[in-house]
């Protein structure tokens, strides 16, 4: 099992704040109120960015005012986008701790602290009270879960009944073991792939119903070729994943773009209900 703190240093990869501060310096956006549009370049660590928490945006049932609960939240980038959308209010919780800093910095530069609260936390041991929240979702975070039943337990737990539960991942496809580094992963000890209908048999058996599946390769082999040539132009972009991800950013999404095309993984969305 990958310790927390082999994680946080691969997510960190150096000194994170300098390097984002020195990137927000080159933007303009130092020492001005700013709109959460404004940090998506950087703050939706995931492939794909905004279009991903777009996506599965649409999919979740949910209402103005709900508590709504994002495990592995990162820097908070889909928080403050559900947060203003929907006018709910969202508990984040990551492990990594200069994530949920930085995370409850851009809240403050964005007007957002009222509608959302992060902070340091393992989603496999949930510090949250029971029967607590109208819905929750996670971004590409059971990819690093070993204890993925745990995981999806303590989701279970703290959910209301008939509240929503919604997640993206990368499941282990037919044809082979990924293609490593990732980039959510530098070697196989990190990453904890299950077939997709392992994971799907796994949420049955925890008490989740009507779970939904809906497969997503085609739109995130297109997201990582985009990722990929954009990084490789002459003059890179001021923002983006790569500020938080480091120099090797494009080799791992260069091996993820091969794994989904070689059928190593399967990047697939869910919807399910307790």
């Known amino acids: 099992m990958t310790k927390s703190n082999d994680l946080k240093q691969f997510w960190t990869r150096g000194n994170l704040h300098l390097r984002v501060r020195e990137a927000m310096i080159e933007a303009n956006l130092i020492d001005k109120k700013l709109e959460i ?5 950087i703050d939706q660590y995931h492939a794909r960015g905004i279009a991903a928490t ?9 209402s103005k005012g709900n508590k709504i609960l994002d495990i592995g939240c990162g820097l908070g980038g889909p928080a ?64 690093n879960v070993a204890q993925r039943d745990r995981f999806f337990s303590e989701a279970y737990r703290v959910l209301k009944k008939g509240s929503f539960f919604a997640f993206t991942e990368h499941g282990l496809g037919p044809l082979g073991d990924p293609i490593f580094p990732l980039p959510w992963a530098d070697s196989e000890s990190m990453s904890y792939l299950l077939p997709p209908e392992e994971t799907i048999s796994i949420l049955k058996k925890i008490g989740f119903t009507d779970i939904e599946i809906i497969k997503t390769g085609d739109k995130y082999m297109s997201g990582y070729e985009k990722l990929v040539n954009k990084t490789n132009d002459t003059i890179p972009p001021t923002l983006g994943i790569h500020v938080i991800g480091g120099p090797s950013m494009i080799e791992r999404s260069k091996n993820s773009l091969k794994s989904i095309k070689e059928k190593r993984t399967l990047p697939f969305e869910v919807l399910c209900k307790k």
């Open 37 to 41: 549009e404004d940090l998506f370049p």
């Open 54 to 62: 777009v996506d599965l945006g649409k999919r979740m049932p949910i």
């Open 80 to 143: 403050r986008y559900y947060a203003k959308k929907f006018e709910c209010f969202i508990t984040g919780i990551d492990i990594t701790p200069s994530f949920i800093e930085l995370g409850n910095e851009f809240n403050q530069l964005t007007s957002m602290s009222n509608k959302i609260d992060l902070k340091v936390g393992n989603g496999e041991i949930l510090e949250l009270e029971d029967n607590t929240f109208d819905g929750a979702y996670s971004q590409h975070v059971t990819m």
